[in-house]
C-alpha cells in the first residue's frame, strides 16, 4: 500500500471513530449522563458514563469515576468496571484493555 493510502485507510478508522463516538455521547445524554456533553477525552467520557450507570442500576455496587484520577487510577477502575459488569451478569466479557 502506498503512503497516501496508508493515509487515506488511517483518516477513515479516524472518521469512523470520532462518528461512533458522536453517536455514543448522544446516546448517553439521551440517557440523561449529561457530563457526555462536555468536551473530555474519550476514554474518561466511557469510564465515566459505564460507572454512571452502573451506579444507576438496581445493583448495590460502589464504584465512581473521579475528574482527577491518574492513568493507573484509571486503569484499575476499568477492572473494577469489568467486575462490576460481570457480577451484573452481562451478557457479553469484556476485559479492562477492551474498554
Not at 23 to 46: C, H, M, T
Not at 72 to 83: F, N, S
Amino acid at each position: 500500500m502506498r503512503e497516501g493510502g496508508k493515509r487515506s485507510a488511517i483518516a477513515i478508522q479516524e472518521a469512523e471513530q470520532a462518528e461512533l463516538l458522536q453517536k455514543l455521547s448522544e446516546l448517553l445524554v439521551a440517557a440523561g449522563y449529561f457530563r457526555a456533553r462536555l468536551n473530555i477525552p474519550p476514554f474518561d467520557k466511557i469510564i465515566g458514563a459505564m460507572c454512571w450507570c452502573i451506579t444507576g442500576s438496581i445493583y448495590d455496587i460502589d464504584i465512581e469515576f473521579e475528574d482527577d484520577l491518574t492513568l493507573g487510577q484509571k486503569i484499575k477502575l476499568t477492572e473494577k468496571i469489568t467486575v462490576a459488569l460481570r457480577e451484573m451478569e452481562c451478557p457479553t466479557a469484556i476485559a479492562a484493555h477492551q474498554i
